[in-house]
C-alpha cells in the first residue's frame, strides 16, 4: 500500500510555525454537510479528497473527511496521520476546543508516535490563541502555561521547542501581569496582605518576567505599611542588587529613607 505522503504534513507544521495562515474558516460555495455525509471511499482517496478541501480554504470540512478516514479505515496507517491533520484542520478553523481534543486523542493511542511533538505543539497553540488580556480570567494561560512547558520538557530537541520558549515567556510575562494588576488593586483598597500574596508570586514564580522589579518594589511597600520596616529593606536590597539601574530601585530607595529614615536600601 501507498504510504502517507509526508510532504503534506510537513508544509502543515510549517504554516503553523509561520503564526499565520491564509487559509479560510469558511465552508466556501459548493461546501456542505454532503462532503462529509458518509460514503463509504478507499483511504486514497477519502485522505486526498481531505488534503483537498484544506488547501482550498475549508478547514471545517477537511476536519470532518480527516476524521472520517479514521472511521472508516481505523486499522490503516493514514488513520495515523488522519488524526493528526484533523487536529491541525480544526486549528486552522479556530475550532481550538476540537484541536486540543484530536491532538490529545492522537497522543493517548500514539505516545511514542515521532510525530508527538508536533501534537503537543498544536496543543499548546490551542490554548495560546485563546489567551485574554489581563483584565479577565487567565485559566486558558495557565493551561497555556502547563502546556508548553510539558512540550519543552518532553521533547527540548524538537523544532517546535524554540517557539514554544519564545511563546512561554509570553506567557509568563502575562500572568505575572495579571497578578500585579490584583496586587495593586488590593493595594488601593489598603488590604495589605492580599497585596503582598501576589507581589510574592511574581517574585517567587515569574523572576525573570518584566514585571519583577515592580514586585520587589510593591513588596518593599507593603511591608512597610504594615509596619514592618527590616523586611521592607530587604526587598530593596534584593531590588538594589539585581536592578542597580532600575526605576523601581531609585523609588524603593527614596520611600524607605522618607519611611524608615534610619534604615539603608542599599
Not at 34 to 63: C, F, M, N, W
Not at 136 to 149: M, P
Amino acid at each position: 500500500m501507498q504510504t502517507v505522503p509526508r510532504a503534506s504534513f510537513k508544509l502543515a507544521a510549517a504554516a503553523v510555525l509561520g503564526a499565520s495562515l491564509a487559509l479560510s474558516a469558511c465552508a466556501g460555495r459548493g461546501g456542505g454537510p454532503r462532503d462529509t455525509a458518509y460514503v463509504a471511499r478507499d483511504v486514497e482517496t477519502l485522505y486526498s479528497a481531505a488534503k483537498d478541501r484544506l488547501d482550498r480554504g475549508q478547514p471545517k470540512i477537511a476536519a470532518a473527511l480527516f476524521d472520517e478516514v479514521e472511521r472508516q479505515h481505523p486499522y490503516s496507517p493514514w488513520a495515523r496521520r488522519a488524526q493528526l491533520m484533523s487536529a491541525f484542520s480544526y486549528y486552522v478553523a479556530r475550532d481550538y476546543d476540537k484541536s486540543v481534543s484530536s491532538a490529545q486523542r492522537f497522543l493517548s493511542i500514539h505516545p511514542g508516535n515521532k510525530d508527538a511533538p508536533y501534537a503537543y505543539y498544536l496543543i499548546a497553540l490551542s490554548y495560546y490563541e485563546q489567551i485574554s488580556d489581563v483584565t479577565r480570567d487567565q485559566k486558558v494561560t495557565e493551561q497555556t502555561r502547563t502546556a508548553l512547558q510539558e512540550l519543552i520538557r518532553r521533547y527540548p530537541a524538537s523544532e517546535y521547542a524554540g517557539d514554544a520558549k519564545l511563546k512561554l515567556d509570553l506567557v509568563e510575562d502575562h500572568l505575572a501581569g495579571k497578578e500585579m494588576e490584583i496586587g495593586r488593586y488590593y493595594e488601593r483598597v489598603g488590604n495589605w496582605l492580599a497585596a503582598q500574596i501576589r507581589f510574592q508570586n511574581v517574585v517567587d514564580n515569574f523572576q525573570t518576567t518584566n514585571h519583577a522589579p515592580e514586585a520587589l518594589y510593591r513588596l518593599t511597600e507593603t511591608n512597610l505599611a504594615l509596619g514592618v520596616p527590616s523586611e521592607a529593606m530587604k526587598y530593596a536590597a534584593v531590588l538594589g542588587a539585581n536592578y542597580p539601574g532600575n526605576e523601581w530601585y531609585q523609588k524603593a530607595y527614596e520611600l524607605v529613607q522618607k519611611k524608615a529614615p534610619g534604615a539603608s536600601a542599599s
